[in-house]
């Protein structure tokens, strides 16, 4: 299953919202997408998983939707902190993440 | 606290058996999956295999042929084998846990294939 996230990047301002897409080649059984956040030299957090339940120790700021092929991950109130790369993962069939989004914090 | 730390040689040569060893801390191994992902310098992750505490696994289909992988749980470690390896295995790798979703990640080691 091809996961294929958009967009590229994302430019926004502290306190804005951002919205990140992730489609599945596939229709995925059970919701079963995880999302992440990966900054530079460090392994990634795990923010979201079953595609709506916050990992333990994540901020509400995080919501996690969608269903079937087509899923998104929500940032509210967008703080310096959030900067990185967010990939989406499948496990509903084997295991695949997509190819990342850039999230940048003006 | 969970923690998860990978050791082995950082540097590996083409054709050669790439060998890794995840230590587990704080946690028992049973009851969960654990797994292997690398991350090539500059891209995305890619997963290599899981293995459940019994010794039921799975591995990718690019990867299948060249991987293994193993569990003690009374030394409470894993360990991943990666054959004939080339120049594309150069990576970060990374152990975590998991069901499916990876909620511990440990720091992950820099294995570059050349000679």
């Known amino acids: 299953i091809v996961m294929t996230q958009s967009p590229d990047t994302l430019s926004l301002s502290p306190g804005e919202g951002a919205t990140l897409s992730c489609r599945a080649s596939q229709t995925l059984p059970r919701n079963s997408v995880a999302w992440y956040h990966q900054k530079p030299g460090q392994p990634p957090r795990l923010l979201i998983h079953d595609a709506s339940t916050r990992a333990t120790g994540i901020s509400d700021r995080f919501s996690g939707g969608g269903s079937a092929t087509h899923f998104t991950l929500t940032i509210s109130r967008l703080e310096s902190e959030d900067s990185g790369m967010y990939y989406c993962q499948q496990y509903g069939s084997s295991v695949t993440f997509g190819e990342g989004t850039k999230v940048e914090i003006k | 606290q969970v923690h998860l730390y990978q050791s082995g040689p950082g540097l590996v040569k083409p054709s050669e058996t790439l060998s890794l060893t995840c230590s587990v801390s704080?946690?028992?191994?049973?009851?969960?999956?654990w797994t292997w992902v690398r991350q090539p310098p500059g891209r995305s992750l890619e997963w290599i295999s899981y293995m459940l505490y019994t010794g039921r696994t799975n591995s990718s289909p690019s990867l299948k042929s060249r991987v293994t992988m193993s569990v003690d749980t009374s030394k409470r470690q894993f360990t991943l084998s990666l054959s004939s390896v080339t120049a594309a295995d150069t990576a970060v790798y990374y152990c975590?846990?998991?069901?499916?979703?990876?909620?511990?990640w440990g720091q992950g080691i820099l294995v570059t294939v050349s000679s």
């Open positions: 704080g946690a028992s191994m049973t009851g969960y999956f």
């Open positions: 975590t846990r998991g069901n499916g979703w990876n909620d511990i």
